[in-house]
């Protein structure tokens, strides 16, 4: 026999779930404070953005696997910025390729939950390397994961 408290932790459960799995019936466009829904799913599957930035002197060739943008080969002109969102679910892992110059290249993680990003995880590729820009301020410095020793 099913006790109380399980149905009502059923209940709650089966309240919760619905909130997800039901449509909105207002849109987004029409109203300027964001639904009850879209907040709870703000709350629990948070979205980071990836800013990636050239600083270097020249074009970067870059692709990256987010499903947000086209997975091709591009060039990253000179000050130039791409930026993409990331939604925080499971330890999301989201990699890019670099090629700051013929000697180096290979990709770098743009967002792990590692790296401690909480609305933005911001990028600098420069000649001399791919940099982290940390919550405090300073660049740290990324090893690119290439195939060479």
């Given amino acids: 026999m099913t006790t109380p408290s399980k149905c009502n932790n059923m209940i709650f459960l089966v309240l919760l779930l619905s909130i997800f799995l039901v449509p909105s019936s207002s849109s987004s466009s029409s109203s300027k404070k964001p639904s009850f829904k879209k907040r709870l799913e703000d709350w629990f599957f948070p979205r980071v953005t990836v800013n990636i930035t050239n600083d270097a002197s020249h074009d970067i060739p870059y692709m990256c696997n987010s499903p947000k943008l086209d997975q091709g080969l591009h060039a990253l002109r000179p000050k130039e910025s791409i930026a993409f969102e990331v939604v925080d679910i499971m330890f999301p892992l989201v990699w890019c390729y670099a090629q700051l110059n013929d000697r180096y290249h290979g990709v770098f993680w743009a967002f792990a939950t590692k790296l401690g ?5 911001s990028w600098s590729l420069k000649d001399e390397g791919a940099f982290y820009l940390r919550e405090d301020g300073k660049l740290e410095e990324h ?7």
């Fill in 143 to 149: 090893r690119l994961f290439d195939n060479a020793n």
């Fill in 117 to 121: 990003c909480t609305d933005i995880c």
